[in-house]
């Protein structure tokens, strides 16, 4: 019983065993998951607040350890086909499931308020590709836009040849 408890191997195992015991805990005990919700909100804005410097520094420390420019962009064309190929996927994952599942079968709205449709504004590819490009990367890092911030550094890397 130790070993499961100390050993590194076995933390996956004793994050899915705590992962069930919250839910039975949160299922059975509502009123004590209420009172301890203040600990748990203080404990997700602590692993918020590591968000940034945890994609700033491994982020830098990767790109500076490759070193070589060409190795570089090998490794970032694979990292497009990759996420690429991962969107198409989850696309397809997602058609199959709404067509087995029919989410929203049943469900009627006559008590809903209309919607106004015309304060929605969809942005289009270039302003997206636009926005990816950041005017001030402290304004990028405390509003937590992270495609900002990866572009920052990749830029950094390729551009200047600051981390060089």
Known sequence: MSTFLLNKKYLPHRVGVCFIIGIIAGLFFHDFSIWVKPAGDLFMNMIKMLIVPVIFFSVTSGIAAIGDVQRLKR???????VYFLMTVI????????????????GFTLDNMQAFDTS????????????DMVPVNIVDSMAKNQIM?????YCSCRCGTGVFR
């Open 75 to 81: 490794i970032g064309s694979k990292v497009v086909i």
């Open 90 to 105: 989850a696309c397809i994952v997602g058609i199959v499931m709404v067509n087995i599942t029919h989410p929203g079968v």
């Open 119 to 130: 304060k929605v504004k969809t942005p289009s590819f270039v302003n997206f590709l636009f």
């Open 148 to 152: 900002q911030m990866i572009f920052f």
